[in-house]
């Protein structure tokens, strides 16, 4: 594992797609508390259950709020996948 001092453009699409805000994640990166690692052997991968696409763990102990916030007008993922046929 290495962690990540910047975050990069695929660990940014990576927060992305896993419903996170690459900004308050750059943010909370600032500090001790939180890391991304990226996951360099294939037994790690297979530890944390990660993609080999997106080989990142996020280390967040303290339970960081790194979640998207989604304006009136927007669903969330959570949201359409409960409700698939509601608009």
Do not use: Q, W
């Amino acid at each position: 594992m290495r962690t990540l001092k910047r975050l990069s453009k695929k660990a940014a699409e990576f927060c992305e797609l896993c419903g996170y805000d690459p900004a308050k994640v750059r943010e909370n990166m600032k500090g001790e508390a939180f890391s991304i690692e990226r996951l360099e052997t294939i037994d790690e991968i297979e530890k944390y259950s990660a993609d080999r696409s997106y080989p990142y763990y996020i280390f967040n102990p303290f339970n960081f709020t790194i979640e998207k916030e989604y304006s009136p007008r927007e669903k969330s993922h959570k949201e359409v996948a409960e409700n698939p046929l509601k608009e």
